[in-house]
């Protein structure tokens, strides 16, 4: 009895206490002036950042598209200058108690500007870094390797040259040459680049106050279990490319949808007017004039360049491009709906303040529809006026090559590099591990036995450009959750009614679906 009477009194003087700590921070008028200061400061650095960026993303455009040395000298320049400005905003926000702000956005400004990783690093470090990844994507982007039938022909590029032999070749000796040889052009011209690379970004993260720059790159998921999370169950090693060589029902019409393309004389041009079509249709926006007039939509013959497809946002409202070596396959016209996607991104929020314009997570959702049956007999890559079944097996089939033959890969290339930034991976056995992976992970195993002297991560575009790679792992869980929710709103999906099933939703020309991506 007594102790109840005791533990009330008690539990009430408590809740009064709590009751004045909170109201008192609520009302602390010191908190709230500085707030208020705190909300003008962000606005001035928006325009600040809004400036910068452009000018930094012009250049950085500039030499991605052109790779000259002077090009490059122009862009770690402007992106040191930036990289102080960041430092500089990195050491006021730290005089603001920006975590007991009660305004949510505000707050997440603050957050965002927190953390500024390699940006942290002194100007020479910086530079340094900046130039090694610079080298690294020049040497990827222009490694050339000699023809397998004609050694005296050594000009074969990535793009479009040895994607297409991977693609189409039926010679197991040419497909090992052509394996053997991109290899050869990269991996040992960057390994010791590599290195430095890793030593550099470390330091980086450690001025950030993380352990290495692995744990930096998880920072955006905030879930300290995030590893743990993605560490899930896997399955399937193979590729688009065997399609054709796999499918279900080989002899059925209908399912190369290239040579359709072909027959139809698509274009670079067409294919993209094809993805605006879709997104038009949907209620989102077209792509602005400006778009058109600079995108890199079919690859120039007069210079070098990054021909990674990639979608950019120069921070000032109205310059939007894509950078694609576009080629005439299906495979390409499913890479431009997933880039002009980002465009859609960049679009929905250039009036957000800076922080807040970086993608959520690299999705696909859009290409999901297209990639339907119904999809593509509404735009006549799929002729016949036949539903057959058959065909609609073979589609699957070539979406589980595209989607779950992905997973495995998608998840060891962090997988890898979380291990390589905590050095717990040394140098000595990059490619050791890298194939212990590849093996364990996708079931592979390279065509010739490999060493140290080989550096087999590098062949690979976002290993050597210092881009994270769980985003896409991630995307490629979540974009099928969206398209469900997507295909619920649009009315075309119900679960257990199989006249509704989800692998025939197709979004295009739903506007329900598509103001709910607003
Ligand atoms: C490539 O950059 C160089 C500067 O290094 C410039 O002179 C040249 O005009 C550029 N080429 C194109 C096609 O823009
Ligand atoms: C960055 O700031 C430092 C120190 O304030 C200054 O010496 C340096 O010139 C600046 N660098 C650039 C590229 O603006
Ligand atoms: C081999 O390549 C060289 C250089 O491109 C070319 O001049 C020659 O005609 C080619 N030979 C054959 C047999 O195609
Ligand atoms: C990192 O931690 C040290 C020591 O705890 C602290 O003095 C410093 O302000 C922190 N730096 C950042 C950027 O959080
Ligand atoms: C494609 O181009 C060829 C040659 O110019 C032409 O004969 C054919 O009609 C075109 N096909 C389509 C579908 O436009
Ligand atoms: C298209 O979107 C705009 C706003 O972005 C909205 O006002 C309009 O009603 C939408 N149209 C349709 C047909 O849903």
Redesign the pocket.
């Known amino acids: 009895m007594e102790n109840s009477i005791g533990t009330v009194i008690m539990a009430t003087l408590f809740a009064i206490l709590i009751y004045f700590l909170v109201t008192a921070q609520a009302k602390d008028p010191n908190i709230e002036e500085e707030e208020l200061q705190a909300y003008n400061y962000m606005l001035s650095i928006n325009d600040k950042m809004e400036k910068y960026l452009n000018k930094k993303v012009l250049s950085d455009w500039a030499y991605a598209s052109n790779l000259t040395q002077e090009n490059l000298n122009k862009n770690i320049k402007i992106s040191a200058e930036v990289a102080n400005i960041q430092k500089e905003i990195w050491h006021q926000i730290a005089q603001y108690n920006w975590q007991q702000f009660s305004d949510y956005s505000l707050r997440r400004q603050f957050w965002a500007y927190s953390t500024i990783g390699e940006n942290a690093l002194p100007e020479p470090q910086f530079k340094m870094l900046k130039k090694l990844v610079s080298d690294m994507e020049s040497i990827y982007s222009t490694a050339k390797i000699c ?1 397998y ?2 050694s ?4 074969l590029l990535l793009e479009p040259d040895l994607t297409n032999i991977l693609a189409t070749s039926n010679d197991e000796k040419e497909l090992r040459h052509v394996w053997i040889e991109w290899r050869n052009s990269i991996g040992p011209k960057c390994k010791d680049s590599y290195k430095s690379y890793v030593a550099l970004s470390n330091e980086g993260a450690k001025l950030n106050n993380f352990s290495d720059q692995g744990e930096v790159w998880l920072k955006d998921y905030e879930d300290d279990t995030i590893k743990e999370q993605v560490h899930g169950n896997m399955w399937g090693q193979t590729w688009d490319n065997i399609a054709e060589k796999t499918l279900p029902y080989p002899d059925v019409e209908d399912s190369d949808y290239t040579a359709e393309m072909i027959k139809q004389n698509y274009t670079a041009i067409k294919i993209f007017q094809t993805a605006e079509n879709f997104f038009k249709s949907i209620n989102l926006t077209e792509m602005p004039r400006t778009f058109w007039k600079n995108s890199i939509l079919e690859k120039p013959a007069d210079r070098n360049l990054i021909c990674h497809a990639s979608a950019w946002d120069f921070y000032d409202q109205k310059d939007f491009r894509i950078k694609q070596c576009t080629e005439v396959t299906y495979e390409q016209m499913s890479t431009a709906h997933h880039e002009m996607g980002h465009i859609e991104y960049f679009l929905q929020y250039k009036d957000q303040p800076v922080p807040f314009r970086t993608g959520a997570n690299d999705g696909d959702c859009i290409s999901l529809s297209f990639g339907t049956t119904t999809h593509l007999r509404k735009i006549g890559l799929i002729t016949s006026d036949n539903p057959d079944p058959k065909i609609v097996l073979n589609n699957l089939y070539r979406v589980g090559l595209g989607k779950i033959a992905f997973l495995p890969f998608g998840y060891l290339m962090d997988l890898w590099r979380w291990d390589v930034f905590s050095g717990k991976t040394t140098p000595d056995n990059y490619n050791c591990k890298w194939w212990e992976l590849r093996e364990k992970y996708q079931g592979l195993e390279p065509p010739v036995d490999r060493s140290e002297e080989d550096f087999d991560p590098a062949a690979k575009y976002h290993i050597i450009a210092d881009v994270p790679y769980l985003r896409y792992f991630i995307s490629f869980v979540i974009q099928f959750q969206f398209h469900r929710a997507l295909c619920e709103k649009a009315g075309q999906y119900e679960p257990n009614n199989p006249k509704k099933p989800l692998h025939e939703c197709d979004i295009y020309e739903n506007t329900d679906a598509g103001n709910a991506l607003k």
Not at 152 to 155: G, I
Request: some cysteine.
């Open positions: 023809d039938k004609n005296t022909k050594c000009d």
